[in-house]
């Protein structure tokens, strides 16, 4: 099982084993490749390390702030806890270690001291691990075949059944998808204009997208790519009405570092301070030796944040517990490669997952049993897109991830209110057999093979979800929006009916109320943005309730800072 234990190549010399090896603190804390370079270092030679720290305890206070606060909260958190620590360090001592980076997503930071320097570091309370930095890796797709006759609907995307959901309206439009990978080619023809125009580029920092690798433009053309039921050939993408935003995470031989990996996801997750609403994160890597736990705070920030990880298994198999990190993870929708007939192919990695420390919980799928994948779909000659406008077949479960993730954003347009854990049981709950499973979940295909049509099926639609026994339901509300505007609401009650306007965020909280009177014709009344406090809320989605005489209505919309 990647990531699971450490890999020692040589021996330790003298000083490592009287400083490290037999001091249990320095040995648990200090990974082997660390211990190497601190035994090699001299006393006044400096050393750049990548430190772990244990959590901030922020999510406690989750629930009681809007994303964007809780962003800011876990941000200025990790911040102060590294500040303090370091200060604590140099207190001590008189000299201060430098400060390269500060990460919040993970509560971790770069730092450059001296080899006594970094042995205090590590000795104190709160640090959780010290290492070189780690490494991310591709998970390499098994072939390339090159394609070079229109394909109209893929087959794969119509094994999943996502046709059946562009029939019935949804194909994700207004669902923005964060995607790291080694990059996207957004000139592709089935990819243009499906960029919401947010990128970073943690490998060489270019300011507009590129990929100098392949994989990326394959994977996020079968997420997005197309046009469903238009006039295009190539109809490669489960949600092609949905947009993306990325990261550049991978050169272009498919490798990165810890580094890139959360500067990356840090950049998308942030864009929720400014509007845009990420609600999924589709990865296919998978990490180096370093340990098993490192992203484990990162992916359960994410569902915090409410954003689904959605991320490929592994092509490690077929051995028992070959799933990979982050996709083993209680707090990722893992999804394993089929072939066209449903059956896993032999790279697909299998369970079951390396099980949770005592008291900890699954926050995803809460009667996980460990099994992995928790899906599958499609991952064997999937036709996609390919830097320089051209097509092709790969294989490897990081072609089935994006199925899943294009899933949940065909979901989300049904319903956009749904948070992480609704979609993995409306996905899991809706999942479809095979013929070979005996009994699911299994280690095999996890709890089915993705049933978009089941799927959609079983959530209710927005409008359904934002009105509670309501008396009568009439298009009596509607709700106009502009950037930083507050919202203008329209509203009509017969003459001489009092009623009132309520504004609810997704999470049921009364925003702000208006008391209003009906004339017989069309009225507007204007919603500044603010709460009953005068405070400004944050971009997101809100429910404007009308209640009046027979008349209850309601209609949600989006506000944007």
């Known amino acids: 099982m990647a990531g699971l234990f450490f890999v020692l190549v040589g021996s330790l010399n003298a000083q490592t084993v009287d400083g490290l090896l037999d001091d249990p603190v320095l040995r648990d804390k200090i990974d082997p490749l660390m211990a190497l370079d601190l035994a090699d270092a001299g006393d006044e030679e400096t050393i750049t390390c990548f430190v772990i720290l244990e959590s901030t305890g922020a999510t406690l206070l989750k629930d009681q702030l809007p994303v964007p606060q809780r962003i800011e909260l876990y941000r200025r958190l990790a911040f102060d806890m590294q500040l303090r620590l370091l200060e604590e360090v140099a207190g001590e001592h008189g000299e201060a ?36 930095g780690g490494q991310i890796r591709l998970i390499d797709p098994s072939e390339t075949i090159t394609v070079v006759a229109s394909q109209g609907t893929a087959w794969n995307v119509a094994m999943v059944g996502a046709d059946d959901g562009w029939g019935r309206g949804y194909d994700g439009s207004g669902i923005i998808v964060g995607h790291l990978d080694t990059g996207v080619d957004p000139s592709h023809p089935a990819l243009a204009g499906k960029w919401a125009g ?11 997208p590129y990929d100098d690798h392949g994989h990326g433009t394959h994977t996020l053309g079968t997420l997005l790519g197309g046009d469903g039921e238009g006039s295009w050939d190539f109809d490669i993408g489960v949600a092609p009405g949905a947009q993306w935003v990325g990261a550049k995470v991978l050169d272009d031989k498919g490798n990165g570092s810890y580094r890139q990996c959360l500067n990356g996801l840090q950049y998308i997750v942030e864009l929720k301070s400014h509007g845009v609403d990420v609600r999924i994160v589709c990865g296919s890597w998978t990490l180096d030796d370093m340990g098993y736990d490192v992203l484990l705070d990162v992916c359960n920030t994410l569902l915090d944040l409410d954003i689904l990880p959605v991320f490929a298994v592994g092509n490690d198999g077929p051995e028992p517990g070959s799933a990979d990190v982050p996709g083993c993870y209680p707090s ?55 830097p320089g406008g051209g097509y092709a077949l790969m294989s490897g479960s990081s072609m089935a991830a994006p199925h899943v993730a294009g899933a949940a954003a065909l979901l989300l347009d049904k319903n956009p209110s749904l948070l992480p854990r609704d979609l993995a049981a409306a996905l899991l709950g809706s999942a479809r057999p095979t013929l070979v499973a005996a009994v699911l979940p299994d280690n095999n295909i996890g709890w089915g093979i993705l049933d978009i049509q089941a799927a959609l099926a079983s959530v209710q639609d927005a409008m359904a979800t934002a009105v509670e026994d309501p008396i009568r339901l009439e298009p009596a509300v509607s709700v106009r929006t502009g950037r930083g505007a507050g919202a203008i609401i329209s509203y009509s009650l017969s003459r001489g009916v009092s009623g009132s306007i309520e504004v609810y965020d997704l999470a049921g909280r009364l925003v702000r109320r208006f008391e209003v009177q009906g004339n017989g014709s069309p009225r507007e009344t204007y919603w500044d943005g603010a709460d009953s406090h005068g405070r400004r809320v944050t971009s997101g989605v809100y429910v404007a309730r009308l209640t009046g005489g027979s008349v209850q209505s309601s209609r949600t919309f989006s506000l944007i800072r």
């Not at 990460?103 to 006594?116: F, R």
């Not at 947010?198 to 507009?208: K, L, P």
């Not at 394993?336 to 997952?353: H, I, K, N, Y």
Request: positive net charge; proline residues 8%.
């Open 332 to 386: 990722v929708l893992a999804v394993g490669a089929l072939d066209e007939d449903g059956l896993t192919p032999a790279f697909s990695s299998r369970g079951p997952a390396p099980r949770l420390n005592a008291g900890e919980t699954a926050p995803l799928i809460p009667n996980s049993r460990f099994h992995k994948p928790d899906l599958s779909a499609p991952g064997v000659s999937v036709c996609s897109s390919v």
């Open 198 to 208: 947010y990128w970073y580029d943690a490998v060489e920092g270019r300011s507009e």
């Open 97 to 132: 270690m430098s400060l390269i980076e500060q990460h919040w997503l993970l509560n971790a930071m770069i730092v450059e001291g001296k080899p006594s320097d970094i042995r205090r570091l590590a000795r104190n309370k709160k640090v959780r691990k010290i290492a070189r």
